[in-house]
């Protein structure tokens, strides 16, 4: 291989499939040719199977305990480390094989103060944040960490016109209000989702409320929204795209939010997007530009601009405009641009390439 091909080792040890795997695939996809690529993932992982569809790729796949594995990974320009897990293993590689390392934090959580957490962010070359949130967030826990903000990209997601179809069908007279993400309250608000469906459910029955995803609060989710026949639990789907251009509002009052890339995802299918400034959100929203704020957990404004959508399709069209058109920051290829240049930056200043 050429001297000036980086041979770059990405790790992601998270069992699911939830943002920050996308943002892996999406990224890994985006240098396949243009750089030498091994993926590390935990074994029979949903990012391993995904991983399978692309050429040009090493994976391999490692079981716990995670760090054994530590004396294999030896021979790259640069360890790239995506979650917690996996810059854990990129520190101890560092460590073992002196190869520098990235980190990409994705969660607004305070890192941890032990010793070692400190020792992961502290050694890294860089810490990339994906919202600027994130990166004042680290400068807090330790100004000695050098932070790069790149944001999350949109995903394309695929779009099955015959399933849209079925699904405007279905959804036929209904003004559908879609919510995509993991069910899980701390983060995600959906309480106050359902809270404000149940009081809508009377003045405009005609307002339907779809939740995608699944998570550990979705049985007592359920159970809150029982009786309402305007709140839907859709589960798990894999056509998410479908689902997105079957929506007519897209709804995302998060708690707690490192950037929240299924706004990207709406923006893509020209939806106005209702949202909480929280987090990294205001990197993607201008409110009443690309989407409208609420305050987290205020059930009763998410009710009032729900009303406001439903009752304004001029606001819904120019929302849903302005959206799409500011996606060019959001880009993967723009990302993919980025991160190459930082790994060449700190391969470099690290003598390895």
Known sequence: MGRNILKICHINLAKGFRGGERQTFLLVRALSGRVDQTVVVRKGSALAQRLSELNRIKVVEIAKPFFINTLKLGGFSLVHGHEAKGAHIAMLVNLVHKTPYIVTRRVLKVPHTNFFSSM???????????????????????????????HSSFARLDVDDASVRQLKDRYDGKFVVGHVGALENRDKGQVYIIEAAKKIACEFPDIHFLFLGSGSDEQSFRERASGFDNIEFAGFKSNIGDYYKAFDVFLYP???????SAVLDAFYFELPVITSRVGGIPDMVGDYRTGIFVPPGDAG????????????????????KN?????????????????????????????NS
């Not at 962010?121 to 790149?150: C, F, H, M, P």
């Not at 404004?301 to 849903?320: H, P, W």
């Open 120 to 150: 992961v962010y502290r050694n890294a070359k860089k810490v990339v944040a994906i919202s600027n949130e994130i990166s004042r967030i680290l400068q807090q826990y330790d100004k000695g960490i050098g932070t790069r903000v790149i």
């Open 254 to 260: 998060s708690l707690n939010e490192g950037l929240g």
């Open 301 to 320: 404004a998410i009710r009032e601009k729900v009303i406001e959508l439903y009752q304004d399709g001029s606001l819904c069209k120019e929302l849903g």
């Open 323 to 351: 959206g799409k058109s500011s996606l060019a920051r959001f880009d993967i290829a723009g990302a993919a641009e980025k991160y190459l240049e930082l790994y060449g930056e700190c391969a470099r200043s690290a003598g």
